[in-house]
């Protein structure tokens, strides 16, 4: 039965995410530097800081940061010399693959691995074909896709990876970041992740060519003022953004531990309610806890979007990401590796995921709330 539980509505709705802010002060004197130095945008001094101290936080050589996420994938995919298929997963964020189509490339869906909702390595070759250029995963709550079969993969078959990082700010799997794996790494700083510049994002990649090549690339592709040498667009990172990035940076170890402390918390009281799974996290995963993802079984007691009206009629916001598939958009469902029968996992899965409300500033008692709402209705 759905139905609000009217003494314990929230006055205020709680949202799935809520971004924290540094101090207005701090911010305010940041947009006075700005205001003097009349320096707005186009790789200025804030923006040159924060490529350097991402690179020491996120323990990454090199990192060029650009206006969002999607820019960081659609400049990743023209830093390719050629153009076919890309492998990719359906479950995920539709920019994963609208990006491929912005910069001709044609999508090719393999299924997920429904223990981790990453692409499954296993079924990567089975989809190569003489077109295959590269491999477009994406380590989906941040939880680290499988690198090294990938890369395996990808090196018996001569093809490139570039990975969609977009969750995995600052993840490390035994003690290293998993941003160096593959050709490339995307990372998004929209207002909804762990780390945010308002918009934003950034892309890592292996050498200071690749590094330079990608600043031609987000620059309409000047070398210097009388040299073009790529139709590149306009992807820059403006001051603002990378001076609210600077501020944001200094709390954002601070931001992971609260949220650390929010997933366990969720996790100890799931633990045992019939129907709801939580995702498996490899013990040498050091995650940045940016979504809360439960999978609602068959054996709960009510369907996955009955819970989710139920919770929004109790004015708690979760999301189904990722549901519906990408594969099952307009554009895409007409392609051969979109048929539901090449999809299985991803397509349960999608339907049965609700992600929770989880953020640094969410009180345990809001989760105690949720999980009576979840267990009991
Ligand atoms: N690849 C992957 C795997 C991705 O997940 C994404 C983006 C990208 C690539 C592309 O990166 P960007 O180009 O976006 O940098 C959100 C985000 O817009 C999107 O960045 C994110 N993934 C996706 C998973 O989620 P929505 O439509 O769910 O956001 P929205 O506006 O409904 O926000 C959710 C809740 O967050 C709101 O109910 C309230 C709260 N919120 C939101 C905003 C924008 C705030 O408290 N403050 C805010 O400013 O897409």
Redesign the pocket.
């Known amino acids: 039965m759905t139905g609000s539980k009217e003494n314990d509505r929230q006055a205020e709705p709680i949202?799935?995410?809520?971004?924290s802010l540094p101090s207005l002060e701090a911010f305010t004197e940041s947009l006075r530097q700005i205001w003097d130095t009349k320096m707005l945008t186009n790789a200025g001094p804030f923006h040159q800081e924060l490529e350097h101290r991402l690179g020491e936080y996120l323990g990454v050589e090199h990192v060029s940061l650009v206006n969002?996420?999607?820019v960081a994938?659609i400049i990743a995919l023209q830093f390719l010399e050629r153009r076919g298929e890309v492998i990719t997963t359906p479950y995920?964020?539709v920019?994963?693959t609208n990006a491929l189509i912005w910069t001709g490339f044609t999508p090719v869906f393999v299924d997920i691995d429904p223990m981790t909702c990453n692409l499954d390595p296993a079924r990567i070759e089975a989809a190569i074909t003489a077109d295959t250029v590269a491999i477009l995963p994406?380590h989906c709550y941040g939880n680290p896709a499988d690198v090294e079969a990938i890369q395996a993969i990808a090196d018996r078959h001569d093809l490139h990876v570039i990975y969609?990082a977009?969750?995995a700010f600052g993840v490390r799997d035994n003690g290293k970041s998993i941003l160096g794996c593959g050709d490339l790494s995307t990372l998004?700083?929209?207002?909804?992740?762990v780390f945010n510049t308002f918009?934003g994002?950034a892309i890592i990649s292996r050498d200071a060519a690749a590094k330079t090549r990608i600043g031609h690339l987000r620059n309409f592709g000047f070398v210097d003022e009388v040299t073009v040498v790529t139709s590149g667009m306009n992807g820059k990172m403006s001051e603002i953004n990378a001076a609210f990035g600077l501020l944001q940076l200094k709390h954002v170890s601070e931001e992971i531990e609260k949220r650390r402390i929010v997933s366990e918390y969720y996790r100890q009281a799931l633990d045992g309610v019939q129907g709801v799974d939580c995702l498996a996290v490899a013990d040498s995963v050091a995650g940045n806890y940016g979504y809360f993802p439960i999978f609602v079984k068959a054996d709960f007691r009510i369907g996955r979007d009955e819970l989710y009206d139920l919770l929004k009629s109790n004015g708690i916001?979760s999301?189904r990401?990722f549901y519906p598939l990408i594969s099952s958009f307009p554009m895409y469902r007409d392609l051969p590796s979109a048929r539901p029968a090449n999809l299985g996992h991803a397509i349960r899965i999608a339907n049965e995921v609700l992600c929770l409300p989880i953020y640094a500033d969410l009180d345990l008692e809001t989760v105690d709330k949720i999980v009576d709402l979840i267990e009991n209705g």
Do not use: M, Q
């Open positions: 949202f799935v995410t809520r971004p969002n996420g999607t994938l995920s964020f920019a994963t994406v969609d977009a969750h998004s700083f929209h207002a909804t992740k918009e994002g916001y999301r990401y």
